[in-house]
Each structure stands twice: as C-alpha cells, then as structure tokens.
C-alpha cells in the first residue's frame, strides 16, 4: 500500500512539473518573440554553445560538449528559428523544440537569472535561404567564478599594467662657483671666497631673511641655519659677531644642483600593449572626453578583458589627469548569494587617481576579494556609494557587464548623479542599464555608437538601439516584444 502512495505521490509530482513547464514554455512562445532580419552570435564577454536543429524539425543535430554547461551561469537562451512558410503557425514546432531541450537541460528552466528570447528571424525568402540560417538553441553562458579562473583574469590585468619610466631632464649647466655675496659687511676677513653647505654653493648669507632672498631664482634653496651650527661650520666669523648681536640664526641662499632632483623628474608609463576581440572601452573613453571622471567599474569574473583596458588607456591618457577617483567592485566579497541585500551586499572599493599603477593594484586586490557568484550585480550600490564618497568630479562614468542584470535596480531613483555607462560587449545593452541612463538622464555608449536622447521613453515611444526596442513600462525599461 505505501509502495502504491509512494507511486501516485511520484507521478503527481512529475504531472506537475511537466504542467509548470508547459506553462513556461507557452508563456515564452507567447510573450518572448523578438523579429529580427537575420541573428549574429554573440561570443564577446561571455562564452556560447550553439544546439543546431536542422529546418523544420525539433531533435538536435549534436550535442557534443554539452558537458562544459554543467555547473554553468546561464546568462540566456535563444531560441531561433526562421519565418517560413510566412503563413504557417510554427508555434507547435517550437513548444516541440523547448520539450526536446528540457530533456537535455532539465534544470535550465529553473534559474531566474536566465533571458530567453523567441528569435524569429525574417530574412528567409524561401526554403532554400531559410535552411541555410541559424535553427536551434542559443546558450549564452559562463562559468561559476574559481581561483584558477580568477588567477588568470588578474594575470590579464597585470600584463596590462604599465611599466613606469622616470625621464631626467637634461642637467642645467651650472656657472662656476661665484664669490659670496655678503650683503652688510664689507671686511670678511678669515672667510674663504668660496662657501658650501651639504654640497651646495651659498650664494649668499645674513641675518635678515628679505634681504637675502632677494637675489632668490629659479631652483636656489633659501633656508635658516642656527647660529651655533653656522660658527662650527666656519660659515661665520669673528667680524659677524657685532652683525649677529642679538640674533639666534642666519639666513642662507644656496645656487641649484648641478643636477636636477628627482621629485623634478618626469613619470611616463610605456603601455604593455595586447589586442582584444572587444576594444569597446578603449574606443568609447577615447572618442568621448569626459571630464574629471569618477570611474565605477565592476570587475566581477569575466570582467577582466574589459578591465585591462581600463589601464592600458590610463597608461595612455594619464597626462591629460581627467580621472579623479576610481571605485570598483566585485558583487560582494565572495558572500553567499543568499546573504546578498539590496543596498548592502558590499565589495565595493574605491581610491582617489594617483597613477596607472596604482588602479592597476587596486583593479587585482578587488578581483582577489571576490568574483561575483551568481550573475546580478550590486550596481546602483557601487554607484551610490562612490557618489557619496568622493568629491571634485564631474562626469560619473559606468564600466557595465553588459550580460549582468542588475540586482538592485529598485535603488536607481537614489543614483544622484547623470551616469554615463560604457555597455561592454558589441551587442546591445541589456534593459537595466537603458533604465539606469534613462532615470539618471545620463547615457549610453557602445562600441561604435553614443545613446545620449532617451527622451522617446519618456513620451511612450520606443527607443530602438542595435535592432532591440525598449519601451518603459510600469516605471521600468523593457524590451519591446513583438
């Protein structure tokens, strides 16, 4: 009897999953489809597993290597298919081809972090173009955050980081050493004709500062020396005694070095120079100016090729000094993912800009603490908190993961400042980072393109960047789904 409840128990259960399922998946056909002319992989900042299906049918072509998905971050998922025959209802074919992936990836419907998308592609004129197109599951992906992993993106970072050159000027040619000007006494009789201190030529001394520093020029040092220590030092003689009478001290000018110090020497930094598939930092920071920037960069796993430009353009740009602090963050700390709270998940560290070198080192101590877990990042918080915690900056650039959501999205009405956000990856930027530029009035920036009037949001039109619409809704930038 307890063998038969166990049975029914069983069965009732798994009619209720594959009911929830369905559900799903006629909730994705229904709501998910986005027309395209025809769809472009998207590999950069992310990796991708294409499961083809050949035209027409539902079973999967191969699914090799299906394995590096195991214990994966699934970012998203495609369907994609094309519309032909035009008149056809292929919404039976495609609740056939959601059923033949969840027996491949049972577990792939339950992360809500996961976008899927219904692409219907509408460039396939007839059959013979059609078959030659993309059909099948497009699994965006990447894998969990591991030390190893880590290592290596913060082997990246280094090998950008620059290498610092200190360039001398050439040494001014320095006169012949001059005979001490004495300006009150005439007689010096016991003095040499010429006197030095710590190496240096005096070019003058008395007891009275304004006088002595009148023959002051470029680079000569002006300085008191006790009265004492200038006697024992044969600077002075027993004909000062009357000039000295009630004093405690002299005053000495000295000429320069015959070289320069070397707090008047120049730092340059010589970039450690690597290609990327994906320069869209580099691109965007150099064709946009901004001015006297508070850069937030977030720097959780995968991160690393976009933040390697980071310095590689600092080492650049450093010169032109329009960065003024730097804030980065790794989604905190390495926390449990159930320990994350909105507005104080943490991991967030910040510096005033000094040198190349220096955000280089505070880019891999961020990265050590922490890569990130699951894929939402805590944003808004590191944008409040570097707002908050620095001054004198004008401009508050954003470097975005451009896959991640954001976790705290509902904080963005406390993000003070216009943000002006650097989407990375070449494809088009995720719906909470068009929400974060639309309620900031800041702006979006792609690799070949700048967003700066979202005002078609605010008046109920769609804004269409890179083939995606967005529209607002409930007080929310979505992706327009037609």
């Not at 001398?168 to 010429?194: C, D, F, L, Q």
Request: include cysteine; charged fraction near 25%; proline fraction near 5%.
């Amino acid at each position: 009897m307890k063998r038969v409840i166990g049975s029914l128990l069983f069965f009732s259960m798994s009619v209720s999953h594959a009911q929830k399922t369905g559900v799903f998946i006629d909730s994705i056909l229904r709501n998910r489809t986005l027309r395209i002319p025809v769809y472009q992989l998207a590999t950069i900042g992310n990796q991708s597993k294409l499961l083809s299906m050949p035209f027409g049918k539902s079973e999967f072509l191969d699914t090799a290597g299906i394995y590096c998905l195991r214990d994966a971050e699934l970012l998203s998922i495609d369907l994609v298919f094309t519309d032909y025959p035009a008149k056809l209802d292929l919404k039976p074919l495609n609740r056939s081809r959601f059923l033949t992936l969840t027996k491949l990836l049972p577990n792939a419907m339950s992360n809500p972090n996961t976008l899927w998308q219904v692409i219907r592609q509408m460039d396939g004129y007839d059959k013979e173009t059609a078959m030659g197109m993309v059909h099948g599951f497009v699994i965006n992906y990447r894998k969990k955050p591991s030390r190893s992993e880590t290592r290596k993106e913060i082997e990246l970072v280094k090998a950008m980081t620059p290498e610092e050159i200190i360039i001398a000027p050439e040494p001014e040619k320095i006169p012949p050493p001059k005979k001490v000007n004495n300006w009150e006494v005439i007689h010096r009789s016991g003095r040499t004709k010429y006197l030095f201190y710590h190496d240096r030529q005096i070019k003058s001394i008395g007891p009275d500062k304004k006088e002595v520093a009148k023959g002051m020029e470029k680079r000569d040092s002006l300085f008191s020396l006790d009265i004492k220590e200038a006697r024992q030092l044969k600077l002075l003689t027993e004909n000062d005694k009357v000039l000295y009478a009630g004093k405690d001290s002299t005053y000495i000018l000295l000429y320069p070095r015959p070289q320069e110090d070397t707090f008047l020497m120049r730092r340059m930094y010589r970039p450690s120079v690597i290609y990327q598939r994906d320069s869209s930092v580099m691109t965007v920071l150099k064709r946009n100016r901004f001015r006297n920037m508070l850069v937030v960069a977030d720097v959780t796993g995968s991160m690393s090729p976009y933040t390697s430009q980071i310095v590689q353009w600092l080492s650049d740009e450093a010169n032109q000094q329009n960065l003024r602090s730097f804030v980065c963050f790794n989604d905190g700390d390495s926390k449990q993912n159930e320990a994350k709270e909105i507005g104080s998940t943490g991991g967030i560290y910040g510096e005033i800009f000094k040198d190349p070198i220096q955000i280089s080192e505070l880019i891999q101590h961020t990265m050590y603490k922490g890569g990130g877990g699951d894929t939402p990042e805590n944003v808004c918080e590191a944008l409040i908190k570097g707002i908050g915690l620095f001054s004198n900056y004008e401009d508050v650039v954003l470097i975005a993961d451009n896959w991640a959501p954001v976790r705290d999205i509902s904080l963005v009405g406390q993000v003070t400042k216009p943000i002006r956000i650097v989407a990375c990856g070449d494809f088009a930027p995720h719906p909470d980072y068009v929400d974060i530029a639309f309620h900031t009035r800041g702006s979006l920036h792609l690799s070949n393109e700048d967003i700066t009037d979202l005002s078609a949001l605010t008046i109920g039109k769609p804004l269409t960047i890179r083939g995606k619409s967005y529209v607002l809704q409930n007080g929310r930038v979505v992706v327009q789904l037609r």
